[in-house]
C-alpha cells in the first residue's frame, strides 16, 4: 500500500467520522425500558463489534504488531463477539420471530390509526364478514372480453356448466338418424320381395340390422374400389332362393308331397310323411292344382301310349 492510498483511506475514515459525529448530536434518544431486550443486546454487541474494528484498522496503520503484545486482546475480541451473534443471538432470534413480527404489527396498526384518528377498540363488529366480496369484481365488459377469448370463469357463489356449442353436444340415436336418412335420401333403395325375407328377420321393419348394413357397405366399397366381386358363403346364397320360408319346389316336388303324383316314387315310399301344419295349409290350398295336374298326368299318359302303339306298328 503507498503512501497515497493510506493517505485517502484516512481522510475517508476522517470524513465519516465527522458525519457521524454530526448524526450524533441530532438523534434523539429513545425509550428502551419497554422495548425488546434481545434487540437492543444484539444493537450493542453490533457497536462492540464496530469499535473493536476500528481500534484494529487504528493498529493497523500505526504498523503495530496484533499477533503478539498488548494489542493481541483486539482480535480475540472481534472472535468473541462474531461467534456470540451467529451461534447464540441469531437462533434466539429466528425462534422469536413470531412474537417480534407481532409486536411491530400492532405498533404499526397503532402509528397508522393515530395518523387516520381511528379508534382501535376491540370490537367484535369490526371482524365480521362482507357481503360485498362476494361479488364479482369484473365489471360486464371485462366478462364480454374473457368470453371473446374463450376463458371460463365459474361464478363464485354457485357453479355453472360452461356453455356447450352444437358440435359438442351428443349424437342422435342410431335408429333416428338412420330413419332421417333414408326419408331424406333420394337414392333408390332396393328391398326384398314380399315374404322372402322371414327365414332370416321375420317380422322385422328393416332387412338387416346396423351391423350388417354396415358390413354390406364396406364390402360395396372395397368391390367398387378394387374393381373385384368378393365370394360369398353358400348359406347365405342358399338362403337368397328361399320364398316366404318354404321352398319353390314346395308346388311341384312329388319327394316331400307324394299325393300330388299320380304314381309314388321310390324315395317318396322311402320317406316318412310327416304332417305338420305347413302340410295341412300346402294340402287345403292345392287341391285345385292337384286336379289339373292329375288330368295333366293322364293326358301324358295316353300320348305316351299312343306313341308306342304307333311304334310297334311302323316297326
Known amino acids: 500500500m503507498t ?17 457521524s459525529r454530526t448524526s450524533l448530536k441530532d438523534l434523539k434518544l429513545l425509550p428502551i425500558d419497554k422495548g425488546i431486550s434481545l434487540l437492543s443486546l444484539k444493537l450493542h454487541l453490533f457497536l462492540s463489534y464496530l469499535h473493536n474494528l476500528a481500534l484494529l484498522i487504528l493498529v493497523k496503520v500505526h504498523g503495530e504488531s496484533i499477533s503478539e503484545g498488548k494489542y493481541a486482546f483486539i482480535v480475540e475480541r472481534l472472535v468473541e463477539l462474531r461467534v456470540i451473534l451467529e451461534k447464540g443471538i441469531q437462533p434466539i432470534e429466528a425462534k422469536l420471530k413470531y412474537q417480534i413480527d407481532k409486536i411491530f404489527g400492532n405498533l404499526y396498526k397503532h402509528e397508522f390509526s393515530e395518523k387516520h384518528k381511528i379508534e382501535n377498540t376491540e370490537n367484535g363488529l369490526l371482524y365480521k364478514p362482507n357481503p360485498m366480496d362476494l361479488l364479482p369484481v369484473d365489471s360486464t365488459s371485462d366478462r364480454s372480453d374473457l368470453v371473446k377469448k374463450g376463458i371460463y370463469h365459474p361464478p363464485r357463489i354457485s357453479s355453472a356448466l360452461p356453455s356447450e356449442s352444437v358440435e ?12 332421417i336418412a333414408s326419408e331424406i335420401s333420394s337414392a333408390p333403395v332396393p ?5 322372402s325375407n322371414i327365414v332370416f328377420y321375420g317380422k322385422r321393419l328393416h332387412a338387416a340390422s346396423a351391423d350388417e348394413q354396415r358390413d354390406l357397405q364396406q ?35 312329388e319327394l316331400y308331397y307324394p299325393d300330388f303324383s299320380p304314381d309314388e316314387s321310390l324315395v317318396s315310399k322311402s320317406r316318412e ?4 301344419e305347413d302340410t295341412a295349409i300346402v294340402k287345403r290350398f292345392g287341391v285345385d292344382f292337384n ?3 292329375k288330368a295333366l298326368a293322364k293326358k301324358i299318359k295316353l300320348k305316351a301310349k299312343k306313341h308306342k302303339i304307333l311304334g310297334k306298328t311302323k316297326g
Do not use: M
Not at 351428443?170 to 330413419?179: A, E, G, I, S, Y
Not at 310323411?273 to 305338420?276: G, Y
Open 3 to 19: 503512501d497515497s492510498d493510506v493517505s485517502l483511506l484516512l481522510s475517508t475514515i476522517e470524513i465519516a467520522l465527522r458525519q
Open 219 to 253: 364390402k360395396r366399397k372395397y368391390e367398387e374400389e378394387n374393381f373385384v366381386r368378393l365370394p360369398s358363403k353358400k348359406y347365405k346364397r342358399k338362403g337368397q332362393n328361399v320364398f316366404g320360408g318354404e321352398d319353390w319346389r314346395i308346388l311341384d316336388n
Open 291 to 293: 286336379k289339373k295336374k
Open 273 to 276: 310323411e310327416i304332417e305338420n
Open 191 to 195: 328391398g326384398p320381395s314380399i315374404g
Open 168 to 179: 359438442q353436444r351428443l349424437p342422435l340415436n342410431h335408429t333416428l338418424r338412420d330413419f
